[in-house]
């Protein structure tokens, strides 16, 4: 099983992502209790090309730390 990541914040959620590869972009988040920003992640994600990573995480937003889909692509 793995584990979930916790951010402090958005900024610190993608900077996580960006030590995965320094060229990393198109980053999206949505709260997964929210089906408009779900929504809205899901046509975020299909301007992105060269992969993606697309993945769960808790980020505090408002001060409450909450169950995020988190992602970005791979730039070029």
Aim: aromatic share 8%; proline share 1%.
């Amino acid at each position: 099983m793995h584990e979930i990541k916790t951010y402090d914040s958005i900024g610190d959620a993608f900077v996580a992502m960006e030590e995965l590869d320094p060229c990393v972009d198109n980053h999206r988040i949505a709260e997964i209790s929210d089906s408009a920003q779900l929504q809205a992640y899901v046509r975020q994600q299909s301007k992105g090309c060269c992969g993606q990573f697309d993945g769960v995480a808790m980020v505090k937003i408002n001060g409450y730390h909450r169950m995020c889909l988190i992602g970005c692509n791979y730039g070029h």
